[in-house]
């Protein structure tokens, strides 16, 4: 087994998902749930983002080249929803959906896809795809992938702990912060995509 790309691997996309950071946002969207729910929608996400950044890793570069898709078009994309929910956790309009229909939306869009498995997260997949030299180094990077998504979920089965610290004043406090930190990603996110397309278009 190769320890040394597995190591890269488990790093590069650890510091990219940082874990750490999405608890703020995980429980900004979900602090409101019942710890039932929550959980669910945390192995939602994280099951979500797993199969997101497998298929990108198996046939991602195929789908963009079908598309006829730039990488920094899908890192814009990916700002311009980010944004959205940004918008929402600032308005403190998050609750509106039904329980149960809410769960599974915040599981799915943005916790899920575009936070857990960005922009950032595929095109790194990517890249160690490419470095891949046979059938073992594609077994090392699917083992470091899933040995992410098991901190990630981790982090976020153990976040109902914070819950019970903040209480629902602090909730709505954090949920607001959430919100800002989120809006300044989405930004840095289109800003990205923007200086990519600039060099792009400019070589």
């Known amino acids: 087994m190769n320890l040394k790309l597995f190591g890269e691997v ?4 650890l510091v990219i998902v940082d874990p750490p950071g999405m608890v703020p946002v ?3 969207l979900t602090g409101t749930m019942p710890t039932k729910q929550r959980t669910r929608a ?3 996400a994280v099951g979500l983002a797993l199969g997101v950044i497998v298929v990108f890793a198996v046939a991602g570069q195929t789908l963009l080249d079908y598309l006829h ?3 920094p078009a899908l890192q814009g994309a990916g700002g311009l929803l980010l944004v959205l929910v ?3 956790l600032l ?7 039904s329980e149960q229909g809410g769960t599974t939306n915040v599981a799915l869009v943005p916790i899920g896809t575009p936070l ?8 790194a997949t990517m ?4 470095r891949a030299e046979g059938a073992p180094d594609y077994v090392v990077i699917g083992l470091a992938i899933l040995a992410v998504m098991i901190t990630v979920w981790l982090v976020l089965r153990f976040s109902g702990v914070i819950v019970k610290l903040l209480r629902p004043g602090g909730i709505e406090v954090l949920t607001r912060i959430a919100g800002l930190l989120l809006a300044a990603i989405a930004v840095q996110l289109i800003a990205d995509a923007v200086a990519a397309f600039v060099r792009l278009y400019s070589a």
């Open 26 to 28: 995980f429980l900004a």
């Open 42 to 44: 945390g192995t939602q």
């Open 69 to 71: 898709v730039q990488l």
């Open 127 to 130: 890249l160690f795809v490419r």
């Open 10 to 13: 488990f790093v590069t996309l």
């Open 116 to 123: 857990l498995a960005g922009p950032g997260a595929i095109v």
């Open 86 to 88: 940004a918008l929402q």
């Open 91 to 97: 308005t403190g309009k998050t609750d509106e959906p």
